[in-house]
């Protein structure tokens, strides 16, 4: 189960929700990304200039789940990543559903709703399938160290059957340094207003939590 609360940072301004039917349009891998945590600095996938913050809470965090671990992005669970649970699957609310302060919108509620346009699918199943190669392409690499260690078979044996450990602590030690470097770079930066001064994100994260807590009461009640 994710937690009761997660958090996208967006490079876009809230405004393009602004219509009646508002969407989140999933373009990475065909999901829709959050961090367990607004102070989660560590968990962002890329180093990007966030300009408003969507956060899914109660039935709506209820559609994500944590990101898969054995994968070449499994690194992305270590940093308690979260994803949507249908591929290629928008998120859809009612706007009575979602409030706003600021360019922090709180969703109480969302629904899947599939991605139909071509042009779309194609680009997502592209981005999935490129993460796929490149895991069976690990997959490979470990099955054939492991075929080298043991017999006299397996490609990494047959390059240099005298380095094969000392090419896998090699590899090891490539693949730390990379996730090292990975974590210097990923983090959320966030922008100025109009005027130049600082967003003050957290007293609107506050606004608008307090918004949905209201209409949480308020529902709770009628019932």
Not at 95 to 121: H, N, P, Q, W, Y
Request: hydrophobic share 45%.
């Amino acid at each position: 189960m994710p937690p009761t609360t997660l958090f996208h940072w967006s490079r876009k301004s809230l405004d393009i929700f602004s219509h009646n039917d508002p969407k989140f349009e999933v373009r990475t891998q065909g999901h829709a990304y959050a961090l367990d945590s607004v102070d989660n600095k560590s968990g962002a996938t890329s180093r990007f200039e966030a300009k408003s913050l969507i956060v899914f809470t109660e039935q709506a965090a209820e559609l994500f789940e944590e990101h898969p671990l054995l994968t070449m992005m499994g690194w992305k669970r270590l940093f308690r990543q979260y994803w949507s649970k249908k591929f290629l699957h928008d998120l859809r609310w009612n706007t009575s559903d979602a409030f706003r302060c600021g360019e922090v919108l709180v969703i109480r509620k969302a629904e899947f709703a599939r991605v139909t346009a071509r042009k779309r699918i194609v680009d997502q199943l592209a981005r999935r399938g490129i993460v796929l190669v490149f895991d069976l392409l690990v997959l490979g690499f470990v099955i054939d160290v492991v075929v080298s260690a043991n017999s006299d078979w397996g490609v990494i044996r047959w390059l240099n059957p005298q380095t094969t450990l000392a090419t896998l602590l090699w590899i090891m030690a490539g693949g730390v340094l990379t996730l090292l470097t990975v974590m210097c770079f990923m983090s959320v930066r966030k922008a100025k207003k109009a005027d130049g001064s600082e967003w003050d994100y957290r007293s609107e994260l506050e606004c608008a939590m307090q918004a949905a807590e209201n209409a949480r009461i308020q529902e709770a009640k009628r019932r």
